[in-house]
């Protein structure tokens, strides 16, 4: 596929886009990176999505963290990129700016919030795209434009410099086109060589397969085959007898409860203007009570808990990254609501909830479009899910290999 020229993507943002040069020497010497719209860039304005935002914010006093270490270890950020309207949707369909080309389904969506970032990188613009991942925004794009991806454990990167949303849940995550540039970033950001990790053991929970239609889980049968080929097969467990859908709710409740407290002041003193979806979205944040929140911790931690039981050291989950492929652009929101972010919540709040690592790799095609397939492991296991995916993507990528 011909690389497609930047305005043409879509990616990058029109009235605050950014560059600077990495380093020059280091493990990424010699990549390109984008960022999204909720890093701080040092002398521009961070614009969150939001045209309202930019207006009210002023230029950023030094780099975020995350951006200020890419460019410490040698990779050049080539622009800004457009996301959700304060990150809040995983569609990439923004009402300000668009919706960012998908290389890999034009007439789809790229997937948001971190929408700009996996339409740059699919559509060969930067080796790096750094996002952000609460509900789903690195993995959900990842699974859509056919990229890597990773959601780190929470905490293990630091969100200095990024816009406010979900803390407790919040990570910065990033996307690449291989396995091997995902790592590379992975050890720049960790500070620590990946090593070869022990031979692991694949857990499948029976509710993920239980989420797809017929035609996906059949489209995902020899992207799992090829990891049990490397691995060992996996076996079959109930991780939540009570089913995802009410974890996904406990997770949407802790969610919707942070967001309205890190963005509320600011929506009823600017009042901005949102558009379809994100209206509601943050409308309904602002319902939610403190018995809500209250009860939903306390299921939170039996949630927590009853992951990381399963979750011992040297063990992955193995599912699916989401539940069908991206949707038509323009859909009605409520469908995409229903049919789509509802679905996908079930699938993705697991680490979520839990604060776990977890990457996505293109691996299948259903209906002519990527699929992810995704690993989720223990805290603090980042490098050796990364140095999985790695092994998955080499022999992928080997003389005679699975396609």
């Known amino acids: 596929m011909p690389v497609p020229d930047a305005t043409a993507t879509g990616a990058f943002c029109g009235p605050n886009n950014a560059t600077a040069k990495g380093g020059g020497a ?39 963290w995350a951006v200020a270490r890419l460019l410490e270890a040698g990779a050049d950020l080539v622009g800004r990129t457009v996301c959700d309207e304060l990150c809040y949707s995983l569609t990439g369909e923004n009402t300000h700016y668009g919706a960012p080309l998908n290389p890999a389904a034009p007439a789809r969506v790229s997937g948001g919030s971190s929408s700009g970032s996996a339409s740059a990188v699919a559509a060969g613009l930067a080796d790096i795209g750094l996002g952000s991942d609460c509900g789903g925004s690195i993995r959900v794009p990842a699974s859509y434009c056919g990229l890597y991806g990773i959601r780190p454990t929470h905490g293990v990167v630091s969100l200095d410099g990024c816009a406010p949303f979900a803390p407790s849940f919040d990570c910065v995550g990033w996307m690449a086109r291989d396995a ?119 299921e939170r931690t039996r949630i927590v808990e009853a992951v990381r039981r399963q ?18 652009k323009g ?23 839990a604060g776990l690592p977890q990457v996505s790799l293109p691996l299948a095609h259903s209906e002519g479009c990527p699929l992810g397939l995704s690993l989720v492991g223990a805290a603090g296991s980042d490098l050796a899910l990364l140095g999985m995916a790695r092994q998955i993507d080499r022999h992928r990528s080997a003389p005679g290999g699975p396609a």
């Open 26 to 64: 280091g493990p990424l010497a010699g990549l390109s990176f984008v960022a999204k719209d909720m890093f701080d860039i040092a002398g521009s304005v961070t614009g969150n999505g939001n045209p309202d935002w930019l207006r009210t914010h002023e230029p950023a006093p030094r780099h975020a």
């Open 180 to 298: 091997a540039t995902l790592l590379r970033v992975g050890e720049a950001m960790l500070g620590a060589a990946a090593g070869e990790p022990p031979p692991p053991r694949l857990l499948m929970p029976r509710e993920a397969l239980e989420a797809l239609a017929p035609d996906v889980r059949e489209a995902l049968v020899p992207a799992l085959r090829r990891v049990e080929e490397l691995f060992g097969a996996a076996e079959t467990i109930d991780l939540a007898p009570e089913g995802l859908a009410r974890w996904s709710a406990v997770f949407r409740t802790l969610q919707a409860a942070e967001i309205w407290n890190s963005l509320g002041g600011w929506i009823e003193r600017v009042g901005p203007q949102f558009g379809p979806g994100v209206a509601e979205r943050f409308a309904l944040a602002g319902t939610v009570t403190a018995a809500e929140v209250g009860q939903a911790k306390i």
């Open 311 to 328: 979750l011992v050291p040297g063990t992955f989950l193995v599912l699916p990254t989401v539940p069908r492929v991206a949707p038509l």
């Open 331 to 353: 859909l009605p929101v409520a469908e995409v609501e229903v049919a789509y972010r509802n679905l996908a919540m079930n699938l993705l709040c697991i680490a979520g909830l």
